[in-house]
């Protein structure tokens, strides 16, 4: 697993469609939001707003590549040798979707630096040793959630497309950006189940201090195990239906 | 005779080709429902922010939605040829450029503004905006000139996917441009100067202002500077557009560089 991670890492790197989109995605949101923030009533929220955009670009491209990752390997002819080959499936799939969102560093990167240089917001972080577990343990929710995404739609042609339609709904399930306390109060409870909610509550709270994140950090780690055992089911019930039928290579 | 063949017949077989061989759900997954999630975000973002009211939001995404079939789908029919290997078939045919682009932009025009009113009904329904029925032509007309527009917009990215790659990479930057400086979800008088002022030619933003007073009960009449407005920034891509279309063909053609780009 940690070989095929730092393969795909490697390869996923150097996709000039990722990078940009992992670079673009939160300088737009993070400029959206400062505009907003700063012409309404609450301009205290900035700082979150560009950790928030830097996790919105990171499920940007895991939701569309890691649903699509089955289909590309497809239709290079490789999912059947994948298959068949002595190491459990979920094993091969699972580094290469937490190597996509792992590329989403570069998107931290970006929409720190940018609002930093830019528009002078600075980070003040106020628990290094809880942000710098927060951001990886972040990173392997959104590609473990990325790998159940992929399972589930195992079946699906048209994978990426399925993929992304989950883009907005996330980001605004997950309170990335605005608080989930303006949402409908039905929401709260449905975030609880997805990691990004608490992978971004655990960066925001060790930054800006308001509360320990160790919490939030392993909540965030018990939901990204059961992603991972959920997605290795999933996986392991449609390829047995897909063997079966013989539509391995057809769906 | 044959132009028109080939503006009504090979734009629409165009068109249904792009949704991946005639499969009609992914009109929906990919068109219809993140142009509704969309809203919802942007409205709850305006509401966190204590910037404008739903209506503004609304109006906004929903009037941007005819962006992305425009953007993506005129990129698409010169990628989805190359990737299919019939660019250079297409190249070589002696069929009149201006109708086989023309013949493929207007059914993107048209599915442009066909999302775009999706996106305002159930926009509208699900955040209780409320529009006055007496406006519902005059609106119907400025999202199917802004389908226009944006699709002069999306002729210009096709043409540029003749000599770059990567041309689903900027559609999205260009959508993601529109998104921030069209007014679609922030006002143009939150933002600084210089951008506000790129904002007047680029497709959307008078689309957009003309929807919101529409919608705020002002007239056909008091709109049709904007519309007219809109028009012309979408005639203006269209043809710039199709100079590029002809441009770097003709630098394909003599780059070899067609397929490779």
């Known amino acids: 697993m940690a070989k095929g991670w730092a393969i795909h890492f490697k390869q996923e790197s150097r996709n000039p469609f990722f990078l940009w989109i992992l670079i673009c995605t939160p300088i737009i949101y993070a400029t959206i939001a400062y505009f907003l923030f700063r012409g309404g009533k609450d301009g205290q929220t900035l700082a979150a707003a560009a950790i928030g955009s830097a996790m919105m670009g990171i499920w940007s491209l895991t939701t569309t590549a890691s649903a699509a990752a089955l289909a590309q390997r497809r239709r290079a002819g490789l999912l059947e040798l994948l298959v068949a080959a002595p190491v459990p499936f979920w094993a091969v799939l699972a580094p290469i979707t937490i190597a996509i969102s792992a590329v989403g560093v570069y998107s931290i990167g970006a929409s720190l630096l940018y609002t930093r240089l830019l528009f002078g917001v600075a980070l003040p972080i106020e628990d290094w040793p809880a942000f710098v577990a927060a951001v990886p343990a972040s990173i392997l929710a959104i590609g473990m959630l990325g790998f159940l995404l992929g399972a589930a739609f195992v079946r699906f042609r048209a994978a990426w497309a399925v993929g992304n339609l989950f883009e907005f709904p996330v980001w605004t399930i997950c309170g990335l950006l605005i608080p989930i306390a303006v949402l409908p109060a039905w929401i709260e409870p449905v975030s609880w189940v997805f990691a990004p909610t608490w992978g971004m509550n655990a960066m925001r709270d060790a930054a800006l201090g308001e509360q320990s994140a160790w919490d939030d950090i392993a909540v965030c780690l018990g939901l990204t195990v059961a992603y991972c055992v959920a997605g290795a089911l999933l996986l392991r019930f449609f390829l047995r239906s897909a063997l079966r039928r013989g539509t391995l290579a057809l769906t | ?261």
């Open chain 2, 1 to 261: 005779m044959r132009r028109l063949r080939i503006f009504a017949i090979g734009g629409w077989l165009s068109y249904r080709a792009m949704f991946g061989w005639l499969n009609p759900y992914l009109f929906v997954i990919i068109l219809l429902v993140p142009s509704v999630t969309q809203i919802l975000f942007f409205a709850y973002l305006g509401r966190a922010a204590g910037v404008e009211d739903d209506t503004f939001y609304v109006v906004g995404n929903a009037v941007v939605a005819a962006a992305v079939p425009g953007l993506f789908g005129m990129a698409d029919t010169i990628t989805d040829e190359r990737y299919t290997h019939t660019l250079s078939l297409l190249v070589v045919s002696p069929a009149s450029r201006v109708a086989l682009f023309l013949g493929r932009a207007a059914p993107v025009a048209v599915n442009g503004a066909v999302v775009a009113a999706f996106a305002f009904v159930v926009g509208s329904l699900l955040l209780d905006v409320s529009v006055p029925m007496s406006a519902l032509p005059a609106l119907g007309l400025t999202i199917l000139v802004t389908g226009f527009s944006c699709t002069g917009l999306g002729l210009v990215n096709a043409a540029l996917g003749l000599r770059w790659r990567e041309s689903a990479l900027l559609s999205n930057m260009l959508l993601y441009f529109l998104l921030l400086a069209a007014g679609v979800n922030v006002p143009l008088d939150l933002l600084p100067g210089w951008l506000s002022t790129i904002a007047q030619v680029l497709p959307v933003t008078h689309g957009v202002e003309a929807a919101r007073d529409l919608v705020a009960g002002a007239s056909l009449v008091d709109v049709a500077p904007l519309l007219g407005a809109e028009l012309l920034v979408g005639t203006v891509y269209a043809t710039v557009g199709l100079f590029f279309v002809r441009l770097f063909e003709f630098e394909g053609r003599r780059g070899a560089s067609l397929e490779l780009a």
